[in-house]
């Protein structure tokens, strides 16, 4: 499985306002749920369980202000970071 490209506005990714402090990680995490992927396959691509995937998943949707995995999507394509 090929990881997914991670669309990048500006040099300074840290302060970029649109990505909420959210990392690369939690940006390829969002990329492969938009793709369908279930949490379970995610961790297996990033060598971490599924119950891991669903934590950090939790921690994105907390720090951007939603309540669900398909709003966290949602959120990140609209800002075209995925």
Same mark, same amino acid.
């Given at each position: ?16 306002? !649109?990505?909420? #402090?959210? +990392?690369?990680?939690?940006? =390829? ?6 793709? @369908? /992927? ?8 990033? !060598?971490?369980? #599924?119950? +891991?995937?669903?934590?950090? =998943? ?6 951007? @202000? /939603? ?16």
């Amino acid at each position: 499985m090929s990881v997914p490209d991670v669309i990048y506005r500006g040099d300074d990714l840290a302060s970029d306002p !649109d990505r909420a #402090g959210l +990392t690369d990680d939690d940006l =390829l995490l969002l990329a492969e749920l938009a793709k @369908g /992927v279930t949490a379970d396959r995610v961790g297996r691509t990033l !060598d971490v369980s #599924g119950r +891991t995937v669903r934590r950090r =998943l939790r921690c994105i949707c907390d720090r951007i @202000g /939603v309540a669900t995995a398909i709003e966290a999507v949602a959120w990140a394509a609209r800002r075209r970071l995925i």
